[in-house]
């Protein structure tokens, strides 16, 4: 059996654009797929550390209990498909219940580069993204040996603000989504 579990962002769920894609996409290549729901979080989270901490938490907590029948053993292949806060969260899981998952991460922010130890992924990032700045994503990115896919002028959500671009964007993104996971191999 192949797993993909999708790790939603605050205020980004798993219907937007880049989870919704991607799920679809592993799904088609033969995934079956799990999404985690986080409760709410509190409003004003970016620049408050405290807030962010708890958010993590919380959310890590929620995970633990919605994962908490899942037989990862049995799988071949575990997919962990993941957008911003959901980064650490997918990380931190992989980390604590020592599992060899492949990866999709989207738009992670600082803190969860502490927890992806020996995990193989691709990242995703825009050079506008204010919730890391792009020279300290690439050089995270270097230490831990992940690829990089960069948007240019792409905010958080990896859009631009125009409609066309953001498309064709979003196409480059599912290609590189889709070959990723089409050679799982390399994860398992």
């Not at 769920?13 to 986080?38: F, M, N, R």
């Not at 959310?59 to 994962?67: D, P, R, S, V, Y």
């Not at 037989?71 to 962990?80: P, Q």
């Not at 066309?164 to 989504?177: E, G, P, S, V």
Request: a neutral charge; proline letters at 3%; one cysteine or more.
């Amino acid at each position: 059996m192949k797993i993909a579990v999708v790790f939603p962002g605050i205020g980004y769920h798993a219907d937007k654009p880049l989870l919704y894609y991607s799920k679809k996409t592993a799904k088609c290549l033969g995934y079956e797929i799990l999404e985690v729901q986080y409760g709410d979080f509190p409003s004003g989270v970016k620049g408050d550390r405290k807030k962010m901490q708890t958010c993590f938490l919380a959310a890590l907590a929620q995970t633990e209990e919605i994962l908490k029948g899942v037989d990862f053993t049995s799988c071949e292949e575990i997919l962990f498909i993941s957008k911003s806060i959901g980064t650490t969260v997918a990380a931190a899981y992989a980390q604590t219940h020592h599992l060899k998952t492949g990866n999709l991460y989207f738009t992670p922010i600082a803190d969860s580069f502490q927890f992806m130890k020996n995990r193989s992924g691709i990242v995703f990032h825009g050079t506008a993204d204010p919730w890391i700045e792009t020279k300290v994503l690439l050089d995270a990115c270097e230490k831990k040996d992940l690829p990089v896919f960069v948007t240019e002028n792409a905010n958080h959500s990896l859009e631009t603000g125009d409609v066309k671009t953001d498309l064709r964007n979003l196409q480059l993104i599912m290609d590189k989504t889709e070959e990723y996971i089409g050679n799982g191999r390399t994860f398992r």
